[in-house]
């Protein structure tokens, strides 16, 4: 932190540094610019509030000057990094996204925040905004979860498309189209929850932040509500290393269907989560997807890793896949029933540890990928449904298919491959 | 003479039986710890087997990639390859304590050095059963590293590094058994040597123009990826 840049911080931060009303973390790279934007949006917040916000200066990306004061119209913006954990230790690199996370919430409840909100998405459009729109239910007190909504090209965030959202919305019952965020807005008693749940769990088995905000909310009847975001920017796919984004990704998933077996057991029909804002559209160009590799890396799974997915999978389902694998790519479709059992399978055998996890998910990867192939196939076929209606259906297979994994995670010897 | 002759055979015959009588207790001894042991030993086996079949150490076996452990075995399932090894463990325990009975010294020589040989066995089992196990996680590992790399030669990756870590676990287990020591390291330098050197002739020549197509291919998807790719999964 270059904190000669900044001779008013100190003397700013000790003042203002025991209470705030809202706490915004910024995770991802902002420019100065953008920060400033943002604070001009959250300075309408109505009620004359204290804003702290938390971002990690560096040379690069040095903290904005000034602070501001409260006006009977706006509202008062202090910056606050020190709030921020650093990482301990000689040479010691950057925190990780969840002790960062971590970081946040503890800032807001020490400093006795009614809400907090975390931006960490690389953004492209209307930045100034989103901060504002994670904020403003938070204020007006009617909600304690707030999600994004983002504007979505079709090939993009497929892991959540196809795995985590209709997994979360089928357990949980409530139709979520990004429950691991990573943008969020959290009310105090979310926060509370959270960092409660953390202490008595503990250790490495602790809550992973961006998988448990959504489930912790909904199993504990708190308010949810989303709002319409523009787009951001995803990575760029490494294709070296697909096997350790599935681990990474569906780790912390798995781990927690597991530890909130008791409340998604007795979820029934999904309800719809009110979304504020105005939808903003994306305009899709006919993108096209080489699929013949996806297929191939499928078929090669198919037929190398029968002796593993054979502990994890049942006999229709490897009979079902093998016949896949011979069809030509041009014809390949997955059916979204097969699809649905598959990650329950996985998301089975992953709690009855059937063999190591990190081997188990990176395994999926070739099944990951052919539904992909799947995908890109029905959206590029004459008469295609549009990718909301193709994702809005698989979504629909994953709640028929529920009765099926409640009753495997109940009994899992009545069928045993 | 013919007095001295029947005189010569009566007194040998008699030292025979003599002999023989005093071999008889030992022998009653070794039959019925023999038979004691199979009782024994019986009984431990069923309590075992179905002590892991309550654990499902089948399949518990088949999760660690032991399933084919008893597939080539004549006696089958890892469950029956415990009980069963625990059954002759049993019976030459008391075949030794049946020859021990004999009043010699050179059996209780021979019962005193088998039972030295005892930890060179143990830790030798050990020595192979640790070595099998990371075996098969890093081959399973490797395969599964492969695969996902969209790799054709997945299987033989695989298979060639459970080879190389078995053969070591095997050439150390040789060692602790102090089985022909000088013998066994040449000729695990030359079998390592051999399938290390084999592998890369298959992976580096044999598919030369294969690995060059493919790097190429990938330099080119590369460089495609980060304009043309649309896909993006998290």
């Known amino acids: 932190m270059a904190t000669n840049s900044i001779p008013q911080q100190p003397t700013e931060e000790t003042k203002s540094a025991d209470r705030a009303d809202l706490v915004i973390g910024i995770l991802a790279d902002m420019s100065p610019e953008a920060v400033a934007a943002m604070c001009s949006a959250l300075r309408t917040l109505p009620g004359s509030l204290r804003i702290a916000v938390l971002q990690n200066g560096n040379a690069n990306n040095p903290l904005p000057l000034q602070s501001s004061e409260a006006t009977p119209n706006s509202s008062s913006i202090f910056f606050a990094p020190s709030f921020l954990a650093k990482p301990s230790g000689p040479g010691a690199g950057p925190l990780t996204m969840a002790a960062s996370y971590q970081s946040v919430f503890t800032a807001g409840e020490k400093l006795q925040s009614r809400g907090c909100c975390v931006l960490a998405s690389r953004l492209e459009s209307e930045i100034q905004q989103w901060a504002y729109r994670l904020a403003a239910p938070l204020v007006g007190g009617d909600t304690d979860l707030v999600l994004p909504h983002y504007a979505r090209h079709q090939f993009e965030g497929l892991l959540n498309s196809c795995v985590v959202a209709p997994l979360m919305r089928a357990l949980y019952g409530k139709r979520l189209s990004n429950p691991m965020g990573p943008d969020f807005g959290l009310s105090r008693r979310l926060v509370q929850k959270l960092l409660g749940k953390e202490r008595g769990g503990g250790g490495a088995n602790g809550l992973h932040p961006l998988v448990s905000i959504a489930p912790v909310a909904l199993c504990e009847n708190l308010r949810v509500a989303e709002v319409h975001f523009g787009t951001r920017s995803y990575p760029p796919p490494d294709w070296t290393n697909i096997g350790s984004l599935m681990a990474e990704a569906l780790g912390p998933v798995f781990l927690d269907i597991e530890r909130h077996a008791a409340c998604w057991q007795r979820m029934r029909v999904p309800a719809v989560v009110p979304a504020m804002g105005e939808p903003v559209a994306v305009q899709d160009e006919p993108a096209s997807v080489e699929t013949t590799r996806l297929v191939e890396s499928f078929a090669l799974g198919t037929r190398e890793l029968q002796e593993i997915w054979g502990l994890v999978l049942p006999p229709a389902t490897l009979f079902e896949l093998r016949k896949l694998s011979r069809l030509a790519a041009a014809q390949f479709r997955m059916p979204d029933e097969l699809w649905v059992r598959i990650v329950y399978d996985f998301a089975l055998a992953h709690r009855l540890r059937t063999i190591n996890r990190d081997h188990l998910l990176k395994s999926m990867t070739p099944l990951y990928l052919g539904w992909v192939a799947s995908y890109a196939h029905d959206l590029q076929a004459d008469g295609a449904l549009r990718p909301d209606q193709r994702i809005e259906r698989l979504a629909v297979a994953f709640e028929a298919e529920k009765p099926y994994f409640v009753s495997r995670w109940r009994w899992p010897d009545r069928f045993n491959p | ?234």
């Not at chain 2, 075992?48 to 499902?56: F, G, K, T």
């Not at chain 2, 005892?118 to 590293?145: D, E, K, Q, Y």
């Not at chain 2, 033989?156 to 102090?178: D, N, P, R, T």
């Open chain 2, 1 to 234: 003479m013919w007095d001295q002759i029947k005189q010569a055979l009566i007194q040998s015959t008699a030292r025979f039986l003599t002999e023989f009588a005093s071999l008889l207790p030992g022998l009653a001894a070794l039959v019925l710890a023999v038979i004691l042991s199979v009782v024994v030993g019986w009984i431990l086996a069923i309590v075992v087997r179905r002590a892991l079949i309550s654990l499902r150490f089948d399949e518990r076996m088949a999760g660690w990639g032991f399933s084919s452990l008893g597939e080539g075995s004549p006696l089958g399932s890892p469950t029956s390859v415990v009980s069963r090894s625990l059954f002759l463990l049993v019976l030459l325990t008391g075949f030794l304590i049946g020859i021990a009975a004999f009043d010699f010294a050179w059996t209780s020589l021979f019962v005193r050095s088998v039972l030295s040989y005892i930890p060179n066995i143990i830790g030798a089992v050990l020595v192979l059963v640790v070595g099998t196990i990371i075996a098969r996680f890093v081959a399973r590992s490797v395969l599964i590293g492969a695969v996902n790399l969209n790799l054709q030669y997945a299987r033989l990756l695989s298979e060639g590094i459970k080879s190389l870590v078995i053969v070591l676990a095997v050439a150390m287990a040789l060692e602790h058994l102090k089985i022909a020591s000088g013998i066994v390291e040449l000729a695990f330098g030359i079998l390592f040597g051999g399938i290390v050197l084999s592998l890369a002739l298959a992976v580096g020549l044999g598919s030369k123009d294969l690995v060059t197509k493919s790097l190429e291919r990938d330099a080119k998807r590369a460089a495609a990826d980060e304009i043309e790719d649309p896909l993006r999964h998290l």
